[in-house]
C-alpha cells in the first residue's frame, strides 16, 4: 500500500508554481516598452475613474482610462500630481485613451498601477492580455470537464471495497393495500410565513381602565295559560294634520268555493264577448313586458354599474428621532412642495388638535427656557436621521413651505411669533458625499471620542431661524393657519389688494391666530426699527465683512425681530359681546401655482427613492386674469365656521400696524368642538370642516348651511385632508388612532374604509402633493412617529369625470336644500298662528322645568349651607378628632385629583357616567324608606284589616247591668274622686317641672371683680386722705357687703335665685 500523501504531492506544488508565473508575467509586462508603473493616490483613482476595489480588481485588473482627465489632473496639480515623471509620454499619446493595470500586491499600504504611454506597448500588453485570458478558461474548462483516465492501482483497492455497503440477502418485497383514494379532496399546502413580513403579524393587546356592572337577575320570567277574550271597541279620532297612507291586509275568506263557482261563470262570459281584445293584448305582453321591474335590472346591468375600487392600504416607512423627540407629539407636517420625498414635521409637548379640559399646569416659562422644540425635516432616503434640524424658540404649531420659493420654510408658534427659515444649499451640503480616507476616518472618530464633551458647533445639519417676528406686534395666541399669497399681487398698508406689473413678485403671506385676528406680513418691506427694538450690531474695526462670511447670508436676515404685519383683521361675531372670537383653523384661495419638471424624463419610475424636483410655472398674463378675493374660511374654537372678508381703508389710523372689523357673510354654529380643520378643495368651491364629532361641508354660494354633515357617535375627530388626486375623496383622522376615507361618487352616507394606523390618537395628516407610482400619505401620532402608507388609487375614471361627477353631486344637495327651505318658509306662512300656538306651548313649558330646577337648585344650596355650618368648627371638646377628620377629608380630596391627573381622566364624562347609578341608589333609598313607613304603620294596617275582614270583634260591648246586692258608700266615693284629682295634678307637676328644670350658675368672677372694684376705690380714697382711717373690722365689712351686692347683681344678671342671707355667708366664708 502506497503513502496517502504520494498522490498529494502533485497538489502542494501548484500554488508555488502558480505565484512563479504571476511574478514571471508581471516581469514580462514590464520588461515591454512603453509600460511605466506609478502608485496612484485614493483622490487620483476617483479623478480618473480606476479606483482599486470598484472599477479594477484582482479577476479584471486592466481598463480603459480617458487622457482628457488625467491632463485635467497634471494641470491642476502641477507639482503635486502623481502623472508628473510620465508627463510628456502622456501628452505625446496619440489616442484618446489610455491602458492602466491594476498590480495587486497586500504588502504595501499604496496601490501600483502600469499604464501604457505608447501604440507599441498597448498592442503588447493586449496580446498578454488575451493570453492569459486563453490560459485562464483552458483551467477552467480542464477543472469543470475532465477526462476520464484508467485507474491506477495503488493497492487501496480492497479497502474501498470493504467500506463499500452491500447487500447480505435479497430485498423483500411488501405488498401495503390501502382505501382509495389515498389523499382526501382537498390537500393543504402550507408554507412559511414569518411575522415581520406580514402587516398584521403581531399587535399590542391592552386592557382598558373600563370597570365592569354586574347585572344581578331579580325577575324570573314564567309562562301562564291565558286565553284573551275578543272585545270590540270604537273612539272617535279628530286628524289634526291629513296624511296619505297604505296599510297591506290579507282577505280572509271562510267559503271559497261557491265564489270560485261564480268566477268561473264570469270568466268564462268575459272571454266569450272580449276574444279578439284579449289575444292582442295576449300578443302584446308576449313581445313587451310590462311589468317588469326595471330599478332591479339596471342594477345587475354590468354595463350601468361601477366597480367599487378595493380599498388596500400598505405602510411604507416610518421617521421619528428618539433623542429629540422623547415625549413629543407632532404638531404639525407638510411635504415641500417642489421636492419629492421632503417633509418638514413640527413636535411640541401636546398636539393643538387635541381636546383637553381643566386647567393648563405646565409651566410655560420653564419650557420657553429649557424646552427643546425641534422643527425636524426627514428625507425618504434616510429614515433613521432626520436631514436638517431646525431650531426654533418655542414650539411651531403651524408649518407651510412657499409655494413660489423652494428655500422659504414660515412657521408659527406658540406665543404668537412667526419664524422663517432659509434652507438654502443647506439641503446639498449635508447630502454631498464627504471623501475620507481610512487613516482620516480613524482620526476623526478618535478626536470624536476625546472631546464628546464640547459642543458641535460646525454641524451643518443645523439652521438656525433665520427671521423671529417682533413679539410687540406678533399675535397674542398661537398661530392656527399660514396662507400665501399670489406672487402677481400685494396688500398694501391699508389692506387694499392691487396687482403687481410683470417684472415685479411679492412675498407675502396670511396668518391667523386664536386670539381672534387675520394679519398679512410682507417679506420684502424694509423694517423699520421702534424705540427699544432689536438693532444689528456694527462691527467697530471692519467697516465690511470679508465676501466669505457674506456668501451664505439669508437676503431676510435685517427683518430678524424687526418684522411685524402690516395690516391686521379682527374677527368679530355679529352678538352685543364685541369680543374677536379664537380662530382654530383657516384657509383661502389666494394663490394658483402650477409646476413643472426640472429635468423631464420619459418612462421615468416616479418613486420616492428618486427625487424629483419641480419649478413653478409662473406667468403673469394667466395670474392677471384671475384676481385673488379678499375673503378667507375660518372655523373657531368654539365650534363655528365662519365665512369672512374685509374692505380695507382709504386713510391710516396712526397706529403701528392698521386694523380693521371683519364682514361676516356666512355663519353656522354646526361643531360640538373646536374646528381644527378647515380647508378648501383645490379643484372645487367645496370646504371641509372637522371639529368634535362632526364634519361638514361648505359652498359659497349656499350660505349659514352646510352641504353636508356627519356625526360620529363614540370619540372626536382630530383632523382632515383633501385628496389632492381625487376631488371627491377626503380623510378625517379619529381621537382612537383609525382612518376614516370618504369618497362621495361612491358613496355619500357611509366611508369607504375604516382603518386603524396607530394605537394612539392621530394630530395631523399629509398627503404627498406631487404624482408619484402610488399614492403616499403621512399620520402622526401622539408618539412622535410620523408613517408613510400607501393609498389606494381609483383609476376607473379620468380625473375630469371626477370632477364633474362631484361638482354634480355637489350641485344636486344644493339645490335640494333651497327647495327644501323655500317650501318650508312657504308652510311656516301657511300656518303661523298654529306655530306661535305651539312656540307659547313650548315656551310655558321651558319656564316650568326653570321654574322646577331654579327650585332644586335652591334645595342644594340650602343643603350645602348646611352641611358647612355643621362643618365650619369643630365641636366643643372634639377638636382632635376634627382635624383628624378634615385631614382625612383633605387625603381623599388630593388622592382623587391625582388618580383624574394620571389616568387623564373627565370629570364632566365621570360625572355623566355617575347619575344613571345616582338614580338607582336614589330609587333604592325611596324603595326602603316605603318600607320603614309600611312596617311603622303595621299596627294601623293590622287594625283596618282586622276591622274589614271581622267586623264584629272591634264592636263595643254594652256595659253590663248593675248588681243590686252591692251597697255604695258615699264617703268612700268622694276620697276615690279626691285621691285621683291629687294623682292628676302631681302628674302635670311633674310634668312642668321636667319641661322647666331649675337651673342656678354662681360665677366667681363677678364676686372677684366686685372686690378688685371696692379695693380700688378704698386706694383712692386713703390717698386723698378726706375720710378717717377705717379700721380692720369696717375693711371687713365693707369688702363683704361689696362683694355680697355684686353677687346679687350678678346673680339677677344670670338668673340665680339665691337670697341674701346665703349670699352674705357665702361672701364671710370667702
Known sequence: MSHPLKGVSSEIRTPRRRRKKKKQRHRDIMSVEGVRKIILSELAQKIIGCVAGENVTSENPWMMVRKELIQDNIELHEESSEFLPIRNEILAYPRPELLIGYIPDD?????????????????????????????????????INKKIKMWVSQGSEVEVDEEI???????????????????SAFKPQFQITKAEQMRDGYMELRCYDTTINNVFKKRIDAKVQVAPQFITAEAQTTCTYPSNSTTQYQYEIENTEELFKKCEKNIQVFTEEHYEDLSDVLTVNGALNLYSDDFANLVNNPKFAKAVAKEEVKEYMSFMDVHMCKGKMIADAVWHPMWTGIVAVAYADAAPSIFYSGHNQDDVVMKAVHGVNPVLMWSCLDALKPRLILETPREVHKLSFCNFDPNI????????????????????????????????????????????????????????????????????????????????????????????????????????????????????????????????????????????????????????????????????????????????SSSGKLNIVKYAEVRPEKNKKRSLHERVIYRPVLDPRRDSEWKPETKLHCGTMEGDYIYMRWEGKDYESGEVVNSELSKIESYSKCHDGPVNTCKIC????????????????????????????????????????????????????????????????????YPTFHLIFSSGYLTTTAIHPRPLKKLICGAGDKQGVFRLFFLPQDTSESEGDKVKD??????????????????????????????????????????????????????????????????????????????????????????????????????????????PLQKLDEENERKKRKQRMRLREGENIFKETVATLF????????????????????????????????????????????????KYEFSWRSVLDGCRQRRKQLFLDSLCGGERRKTKKSLESEVIASIAEAAIESGQNEGGGQTEGEVCEAAKGS
Open 165 to 183: 455497503v452491500k447487500n447480505s440477502r435479497a430485498l423483500i418485497e411488501v405488498e401495503v393495500e390501502s382505501e382509495y383514494p389515498i389523499f
Open 806 to 915: 362631484f361638482e354634480n353631486f355637489i350641485n344636486r344637495e344644493v339645490n335640494r336644500k333651497k327647495k327644501f327651505l323655500a317650501w318650508q318658509e312657504e308652510w311656516n306662512k301657511k300656518n303661523e298662528s298654529f306655530l306661535k300656538l305651539r312656540q307659547e306651548q313650548e315656551r310655558e313649558l321651558m319656564e316650568l322645568d326653570e321654574q322646577a330646577k331654579k327650585a332644586k337648585e335652591a334645595e342644594l344650596m340650602e343643603e350645602k349651607a348646611v352641611e358647612v355650618v355643621v362643618r365650619k368648627g369643630p365641636a366643643p371638646g372634639k377638636y382632635i378628632e376634627w382635624v383628624i377628620e378634615q385631614r382625612q377629608l383633605e387625603e381623599e380630596a388630593r388622592i382623587k385629583s391625582t388618580i383624574i391627573s394620571k389616568k387623564q381622566l373627565d370629570t364632566k364624562e365621570l360625572e355623566k357616567r355617575r347619575k
Open 682 to 749: 383645490e379643484k372645487s368651491p367645496v370646504t371641509l370642516t372637522v371639529g368634535g364629532k362632526v364634519i361638514a361641508l361648505w359652498r359659497e354660494d349656499f350660505p349659514n348651511r352646510p352641504v353636508l354633515w356627519r356625526r360620529y357617535r363614540h370619540n372626536m375627530f382630530t383632523t382632515g385632508e383633501w385628496d389632492i388626486f381625487q376631488p371627491s375623496r377626503f380623510m378625517v383622522e379619529i381621537m382612537n388612532g383609525d382612518v376614516e376615507s370618504w369618497s362621495l361618487h361612491n358613496n355619500s352616507k
Open 951 to 998: 267586623p264584629d270583634a272591634i264592636k263595643e260591648k254594652p256595659a253590663p247591668p248593675p248588681d243590686p246586692y252591692i251597697i255604695e258608700d258615699e264617703g268612700l266615693t268622694q276620697a276615690k274622686s279626691h285621691f285621683n284629682k291629687y294623682l292628676d295634678i302631681d302628674r302635670d307637676a311633674n310634668a312642668f317641672v321636667a319641661a322647666n328644670p331649675y
Open 409 to 584: 420654510l414660515v412657521g408659527g408658534c406658540s406665543n404668537g411669533q412667526v419664524i422663517l427659515w432659509d434652507i438654502r444649499n443647506k439641503l446639498e451640503k449635508v447630502e454631498e458625499l464627504e471623501v475620507l480616507t481610512n487613516a482620516q476616518q480613524r482620526y476623526r472618530a478618535q478626536m470624536h471620542s476625546l472631546m464628546g464633551w464640547m459642543k458641535n458647533i460646525h454641524n451643518i445639519s443645523i439652521v438656525r431661524p433665520t427671521v423671529v417676528s417682533d413679539l410687540r406686534n406678533s399675535h397674542k395666541g398661537p398661530v392656527t393657519g399660514i396662507t400665501w399669497i399670489s406672487p402677481h399681487h400685494e396688500f398694501s398698508k391699508l389692506g387694499n389688494l392691487s396687482a403687481l406689473e410683470d417684472d415685479e413678485i411679492s412675498m407675502q403671506f396670511l396668518t391667523s391666530s386664536e386670539d381672534g385676528t387675520v394679519c398679512i406680513w410682507d417679506l420684502l418691506k424694509k423694517p423699520t426699527i421702534q424705540p427699544g427694538g432689536f438693532k444689528p450690531r456694527k462691527l467697530k474695526r471692519l467697516k465690511r465683512k470679508p465676501s466669505a462670511l457674506i456668501a451664505e447670508v439669508s437676503p431676510y436676515a435685517p427683518l430678524h425681530l424687526n418684522l411685524k404685519p402690516i395690516y391686521r383683521v379682527n374677527l368679530i361675531k355679529g352678538d352685543k359681546q364685541n369680543r374677536n372670537v379664537g380662530i382654530a
Open 107 to 143: 504588502r504595501y499600504d499604496y496601490d501600483e498601477f502600469y499604464i501604457c504611454v505608447t501604440e507599441q506597448a498597448l498592442a503588447t500588453v493586449n496580446d498578454i492580455i488575451s493570453k492569459i485570458k486563453a490560459e485562464q478558461e483552458g483551467r477552467l474548462y480542464n477543472a
